[in-house]
């Protein structure tokens, strides 16, 4: 019955529409009622009449597609939790976190010394292999900005690099930072980069992992963290003719499995860690298990499973320092550092002495000592010694100083094989230990151990002899880690546009525009690197000095400003026909000038703000948005006007259902602007039309949104309101009691005193789940909470600290036809938005929240760690008492990883990193939060979820940065809130994922659609609506990106071939998912739907590559035969037809 009368409302036309909106209540009440619209005051009286109305249906797009229906009993791919020798969470939760070394800082033992000397001798059968590498660890950005890390050291380095290399025939060294090496590579002289290219032929320089960066592992989301490994092989690839086949990752702050998973992908066929907790490393050296084999979490096919295996080696000391890696033993192996340089004074400086031929046999024994501890500590006696630190080989004289020295002691070692046991020590490489090490693991007949699992939260005991958790970085500086997501989404939209406009512009052979579009490829390539640098494990994670990370916003902030132009040229060539691209009439250089932005951001440290759109009588104004997931969506898009008297028009000139908000300024009503806003169905890869028209006034007040509030007008100086009651919306007083929100599938319960949610029910079942919001603060230890540590103050009187005053909240309630909202402000310091939508379809499944935080100038909220936290009734506790909660963190935003509670080591070591999700679950629930920026999130108590949004520490935390975080900026956080029914109770999930809503709902998170603004008055030659793709991606399928690639010769220009990735994401069949019109590949096959081809393109060729496209793979004739293995990520280099 309810959609026969949708369907008479549509046909009476766009005026009885009008009229008839007024009976939505999300329930939307009438008007004249005693409740808000889509709100609902407990203390009303009961039996109030409320009119239920039927699910609004969103605009029908020109194509259909079959909806997804997941369930247990209708599940197209079933995947199991891969075997391993050890999984790390099982395994960490036995650990002894106070174990009887920890004051000495040393955890060798004498089981290890017993070993040791049982290895030495019977060191004949195996004797004791050395492979030291010179290195120098470049970080492009910390204490100094990256500009000025370059010029004063980065560039000596290398310069001295090429110069000793060429002196020392038998010396090696190893570089990582492409981002500097490039920089350097421009200025280089000719003769020096064919001195680097003959190092590199002979293997004695090696360049390792070849991304742009040492990226961060915790806090990167999975586009930034390949994008730059993509930008760093490309050059690497265009400029020195080679692909890395070695990974180097020895100071990011904790290490997940997704770095191993693209590093294999990408071709590396081994890779080093260093920093993973204190006791991680006592265990796998007394497992001897330094070299395993890491492992995703998922079992698929046997081949493809055992392809994402990653020989990865763990350094076995604490950090990459000679002091603190040539053996257990810090105080010996100062002795081994050379380097004298005048006007320094060190620990190490003050105790090596040169090697001479009186003290060269006592130093080699002493050495050696060493060497053959760390080689007890694996099966293969096979030993990897680094040899530098920070930006070490700065000075000529330290290459001189360490190479004439550890020269002499090799000689002396390898010139004795009876004194010391056919022992061979020499300088090296990584590729090189690697090599020697699978050798003698063929000769022992003996596997790798694997292991499945990541290492966090990383916990140091070196500094002080006790636990230092490095888990305050994850959410460390929160306004710049959203700042990173807003280039990543833009920056993404950018290369897609940008990739079909130039491709379809040569293909029609329209010089001028494919002339305006390669000037954008190198603005393109710098937001590219701007990304990428900030993927910098001391950029995106927060623990730069202040200037430096002002100096990463600044190159964010263009980055952003750039790729926002290069989206609107791109979109204006794609909306032109092919006749009207090179048209004389329409000169091709108002591309860029036609389509505007709707937001203005005049500095970084400033939030984007809404531009108001002027709508005259009788002049239409258009707008365009861009849809870049490769699936429909539904997306409520927000325009802010001058004029409330406005309506929706789709692209055929259809009025569809809008709202109209108030727009507030603090806790103020503005009077001359206006929010309106509509539920957008968007086609995937795809530009569409919106129309706003003016209407008479006062025409369209069923689509205003009514408003409570207990004192929201503003009042001149006698106290009076400045408007009246019949002014453009309705305003009504709050009422007391509780408050409800509910549209026709959620009903959401309120605290009417602090205006925060209590509990959810979901109407299809009528079950309701206690969720109460809290927000609290950690007081921070003093010294010992920071930019990178996290610790809660032990001598505080209590562990959470209130933050909110309760006299002083205020809260509206705005509520229409589209959606219904609740905003409660706490003065400056917090505002909470929560919304629900009335749409049919996903958004009406979802629980929209944003939270706007200021910390005011310092020292206010000092020493502050502030969380929200979600208290529900989900018993995800485990345990014979259920008292030990188990959730579940994203990892980069590629898979999720299992966490339980280890309460012996505080909340700070229960701190876990998520991208983009976290979830609690039950035998019969789900509750997921999707987040749009990284933070850090925790279990601590069955039923608890919660996320820290802002810290703000006065003291340095004592791990080199040097100062507090005090720099904190007003930051919105945007999150969802899902509440899902989980299968058969008892029947536990072996391999937990997302459901394909939560992702689907993530995405559109994470990447929301563009909207341009259509300037210049009417262009009949724009077309309506532009699809990229002639069919959608399957629903579990997301383009994670499509980048055009550097001429191979001519860096600065576009190639003609453009490198696409593909990531398959898998999903729960668990958690029953509907997502209307994005259905799944027929059968659950891994491949594109049949006919998928790029609508306005022609392919030359296609052929699959590894994922950063260095390696060429099988070739295809068409999009829908790449191949889509589960959890995997497909890379296929395309090449498009010109003219």
Known sequence: MLKLVRRRYL????????LLAGVYYANYAARDGPTPAGARFMSDAPGAPVVQAAPRPSEAPDWHERDSFVSADNCPVQLDPAPADVDTVQTFKQFDFQPNWMKSKEYWDSHLEERYKKRKSEASEMPLRVIVVPHSHTDPGWLKTYENYFHYQTRVILNNMVDKLQQYRNMTFIYTEISFFAMWWESAHPTKRKIVQTLLDEGRLEIMTGGWVMTDEAAVHLYAMVDQLIEGHQWVKNNLNIAPSTGWSIDPFGHGATVPYLLKASGLNATIVQRIHYAWKQWLAQKQMG??????????????????????????????????SCGPHPQVCLNFDFRKVPGEYTDYSVKAVPIDDKNVREKADLLLEQYGRTGSLFPHNVVLMPLGDDFRYDHDVEWDQQYINYQKLFDYINSNPTRYQNTKVSFGTPSQYFKAVRERMDELDTKFHTLKGDFFVYSDIFSEGRPAYWSGYFTTRPYWKQLDRDLEANLRSAEILYTVALGRARMHGAN???????????????????????????????????????????????????TMAIQSRSAHALLLPPVALDAAEKPTYKLGQVLLSDTDRETYEQQARKVPILVPHNEPRKVVLFNSLGQQRQEVIRVRLFSPDVRVLDAKGAAIPCQVNPVWNASTMLQDQFDIEWVADLQPLALTTYILDRVAENSNI????????????????????????????????????????????????????????????????????????????????????????FMPDPNSREPEKEILQDDSQEISITSGPISSEI??????????????????????????????????????????ELFMRLITDISNGQGPEGTIPEFYTDQNGFQMQKRIKVERIGIEGNYFPITSMAYIQDGGRRMSLLVGHSMGAASWQPGWLEVMLERRTLYDDSRGMGEGVVDNKRTTTKMWLLLEEVGVEGDEEALSRPSLFAHHMSNALLYPANLFVVEGGEDPALRRRVALLTRPLPCDTHLLSLRTLADPIYAQFPAASALLLLQRQGHSCKVASHVPQCGLSKGGHGQLHPGTAFSELQVRSLRETSLTGLHNRRAVTALDQLQLQPMQITAANVTFATL
């Open 512 to 562: 001028r525009t494919v002339q305006l579009l390669e000037r954008d490829f190198e603005r393109l390539v710098k937001a590219r690197r701007s990304l990428g640098l900030f993927q910098h494990h001391d950029a995106i994670t927060g623990t730069s000095k202040a200037f430096v990370m002002h100096d990463y916003a600044l190159k964010l902030f263009e980055g952003i400003q750039d």
């Open 702 to 789: 069923p689509t205003r949104a009514v408003v409570y509030c207990s004192d929201c007008l503003k009042k001149d100086k006698e106290g009076i309101p400045e408007a009246s009651p019949e002014g453009p919306f309705e305003i009504r007083k709050m009422q007391p009691g509780d408050i409800q929100l509910e549209n026709h599938k959620l009903k959401l319960l309120f605290d009417g005193r602090t205006g925060f949610l209590r509990a959810i029910t979901r109407k299809a079942t009528g079950r309701t789940t206690q969720c109460a919001i809290q927000f609290a603060a950690y007081p921070s230890a003093q010294f010992h909470s920071g930019a990178y540590l």
């Open 11 to 18: 046909l009476l036309g766009a005026v009885v529409l009008s």
């Open 291 to 324: 070299d395993f084999i890491w492992r995703q979490n998922w079992a698929g096919e046997e081949d493809a499973m055992t392809a994402s295996d990653m020989l990865t080696h763990n350094q076995p000391f604490d950090i990459y320092s000679i002091k603190h």
């Open 823 to 864: 905003a409660v402000t706490y003065g400056k310091l917090l505002t909470m938005v929560i919304r629900v939508y009335h749409a049919t379809g996903p958004l009406s499944e979802g629980i929209s929240m944003e939270t706007h935080i200021d910390f005011d100038m310092p020292p206010k909220n000092r020493e502050t």
